[in-house]
């Protein structure tokens, strides 16, 4: 391996644990989100909805806020490469960043489908639902 190689290396494992360290922080705040609303949801239950009603709300919920946050991710990751690039050019290392909007937006992709099965724990956890319980504890 030449020098550049290696430090490819050493950045592509460091992007790869960042997304890891990402799908993990975003499962953390499903699950956290859904314990927070068990009250809400109790009410919810109890006076107007159903339990697949409220399984579809969450399951969109979770979709709208995927499909947000990869149109943002989308721009963002494009706009941090070419900084990246400018800024390895600038240090002196020449050094091309080979990249393809695809491989972005796959990427983004691959995160927002593991979002949205993560969001699929609390939205199971739903049939189990014990609404007297969830009013009286919270």
Do not use: H
Not at 17 to 26: D, P
Not at 71 to 97: H, K, M, P, R
């Amino acid at each position: 391996y030449s020098e550049n190689e290696e430090m490819l290396a050493i950045v592509n494992f460091m992007m790869l644990i960042a997304m890891g360290l990402a799908v993990i922080c975003i499962a953390s705040n499903q699950v956290i989100s859904f314990y927070q609303r068990k009250r809400e949801l109790a009410v919810l239950y109890s006076t107007s909805m159903g339990i697949g009603q409220l399984m579809r709300m969450l399951f969109y919920e979770t979709l709208l806020s995927v499909v947000l946050s990869a149109l943002f991710a989308v721009f963002g990751v494009i706009l941090s490469i070419q900084i990246v690039e400018n800024l390895i050019t600038l240090l002196g290392i020449d050094i091309y960043v080979n990249w393809t909007l695809s491989s972005v937006i796959a990427g983004v992709l691959a995160i927002g489908m593991l979002v949205v099965i993560t969001s699929l724990l609390p939205i199971g956890k739903l049939k189990k639902f014990d609404v007297i319980k969830a009013i009286k504890y919270e």
